[in-house]
């Protein structure tokens, strides 16, 4: 039978709940057990693909093509095993599922009622993964105790908590120890009252994971278990990290991972090893290169609309040891300019990030036309490969229009054109081209040199795709199709072999990339950025 941890928040947003149910799950992962986690979100999407960006952050895909929150971007990263749709729901999704049924007649009559057909669908999906054959199911419930939206959740946690055997299931409370500086003080009071809201809903918690900039004393550790109920070892300390790969040593070192098996009266199957993050992490602190990669994208204000194209440089980055500073570029700052040798003087290497609609896309184009014509190495993902060959077609094939039907529905040369499949299509939530597919590479590209493997999988979301009618005039000119659906004969990858790095792929490689397994492109384009700055240091 499975073992069940919840993980709530409380005091504020932003504490960092993906991070210590990532770096737990690693603890115990390295321990042995089989873990997986989940997360619920309080809001009334079905899913976050029709959020924007700036509400959200990046909408991350699975394998099979659900559109997810970004924590289990996390997930994947840090247990280097793949999510599912069943591993991210909504209250959008329950709502849907009880709606339903209610439709369907499968209520019998009864009035459909939030207590308790909404919490028992949460609880139902609380525990669907234990079919999976997990050991161990962390369940992070997303919002912060006292919202209105997130009571049902603790409601059905509060369920069953009691239907469970006692060391069946935990809750860990993640909350802020904020320092007043005025008062040179680490202060208790917010937590103390946020456990009070959690006991108002009839959860004790069992374990406080505490956020503090400042170590915690004895003092305040005792005061805390005091206050909150809870055994003295029974609070942990979440120190402020340099990155969020340190957590797990972290809580490995606050022993979080023993608390959780005294809790749960499971034994450790091995001592945790940890040695392939450990290594990671000495090449990630210790780089002997430094690279600096333009990134340009129209969301930059928020860091986390590129979240997984910013880990997957920490991954590749520390397997070249190199550090890779990341200079945000608004496309539409560039989309006027000229001579774009000064806003890229410093860069080593530039990627055009992936984005829908209009705004910023001239931006982006005049960033692909300078790096091609300066062999700065460039990478585009989708959005950004569907740029790149726009601009060959405008520059190289000289056809002035040309343009994606996304941009410009008349254009004159529909260079890359909505999908025939994606006409038909009204509704906007979760309908795009979404998920895992094949793609087939050709032996002499770049592509190869990376995967070394002839059939790969990657993770797309996206409704256009490059023409094939195209494909001729674009060989012709000198640009290679590297990789293609073997099955629906769609372009994969494009590259230019005359440039010394010039790839442009319709997927997302950056959500497959993990600590354990960085992405190969990822990997390949620092080199080439590495090899760029080293070429321009001689000249
Ligand atoms: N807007 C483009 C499309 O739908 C690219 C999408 C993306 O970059 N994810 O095809």
């Not at 860091?303 to 890779?324: L, P």
Request: proline share 4%; net charge neutral; aromatic share 8%.
């Amino acid at each position: 039978m499975a073992k069940y941890i919840f993980v709530t928040g409380g005091v504020t947003s932003s504490l960092g709940k993906g991070i210590i149910a990532a770096s737990l799950a690693k603890l115990l992962q390295a321990r042995g057990f089989s873990v997986t986690i989940q997360k619920f979100d309080p809001y009334i999407n079905v899913d976050p693909g029709t959020l924007n960006p700036y509400e959200h952050g990046e909408c991350y895909v699975t394998d099979d093509g659900a559109e997810t929150d970004l924590d289990l971007g996390h997930y994947e990263r840090f247990l280097n095993k793949p999510t599912s749709q069943a591993n991210n729901v909504t209250t959008g999704r329950i709502y849907q599922t009880v709606i339903n049924k209610e439709r369907a007649g499968d209520f019998l009559g009864k009035t459909v009622q939030v207590i308790p057909h909404i919490t028992d669908e949460i609880k139902r999906r609380m525990k669907l993964l234990s079919e999976f054959g997990y050991e161990i199911i962390i369940t992070e419930l997303g919002g912060t105790v006292g919202d209105i939206e997130s009571l049902p959740y603790l409601e059905a946690l509060r369920q069953l908590r009691n239907e469970f055997d006692r060391d069946q299931c935990l809750t860990i409370h993640l909350t802020l120890i904020p320092y007043l500086a005025a008062a040179k003080e680490l202060k208790t009071k917010p937590s103390q009252h946020s456990v009070k809201e959690l006991l108002e809903a009839g959860i004790q918690p069992d374990i406080l994971v505490c956020r503090t900039e400042k170590t915690l004393n004895e003092e305040l550790r005792s005061k805390l278990a005091l206050f909150c109920n809870l055994r003295y070892e029974n609070v942990i300390e979440a120190m402020d990290a340099d990155t969020i790969y340190d957590v797990p040593l972290m809580m490995l070192k606050e022993k979080l991972d023993i608390r959780v098996m005294e809790l749960l009266n499971i034994k450790s199957k091995q001592d945790p090893d940890l040695k392939t993050w450990k290594d990671f992490l000495g090449h990630l602190k210790n780089p002997s290169e430094e690279i600096t990669i333009g990134l340009v994208g129209k969301y930059n204000e928020l860091q986390d609309a590129y979240k997984s194209i910013y880990e997957a440089f920490v991954h590749a980055g520390a397997t070249n040891e190199c550090k890779v500073k990341i200079k945000a570029i608004h496309a539409e700052d560039i989309e006027e300019e000229k001579d774009l040798s000064k806003v890229f003087a410093d860069l080593d290497g530039l990627l055009v990030a992936p984005g829908f609609g209009e705004r910023g896309i001239e931006g982006k184009i005049n960033a692909v036309k300078y790096v091609r014509e300066h062999e700065l190495p460039f990478f585009g993902i989708c959005l950004g490969m569907q740029c790149a060959v726009v601009e060959f077609a405008r520059n190289v094939l000289k056809l002035k229009n040309a343009s994606s039907t996304e941009v410009n529905p008349k254009t004159e040369h529909p260079i890359i054109d909505m999908m025939s499949e994606q006409r038909k299509i009204k509704n906007k939530g979760g309908t795009m081209r979404l998920g895992a597919y094949a793609c087939e590479l050709k032996k002499d590209s770049k592509a190869y040199e990376a995967y070394k493997d002839e059939i790969i999988s990657e993770r797309h979301r996206h409704r256009y795709e490059l023409n094939n009618e195209y494909i001729d005039p674009l060989t012709k000119k000198g640009m290679l199709i590297s990789g293609t659906n073997p099955d629906k004969n769609l372009v994969e990858i494009i590259e230019i072999p005359k440039h010394p790095w010039f790839v442009g792929v319709q997927f997302h490689p950056e959500l497959k990339s993990t600590v354990e397994r960085p992405h190969p492109l990822f990997v390949g384009f620092v080199k080439a950025a590495i090899k760029y700055k080293n070429m321009r240091a001689k000249l």
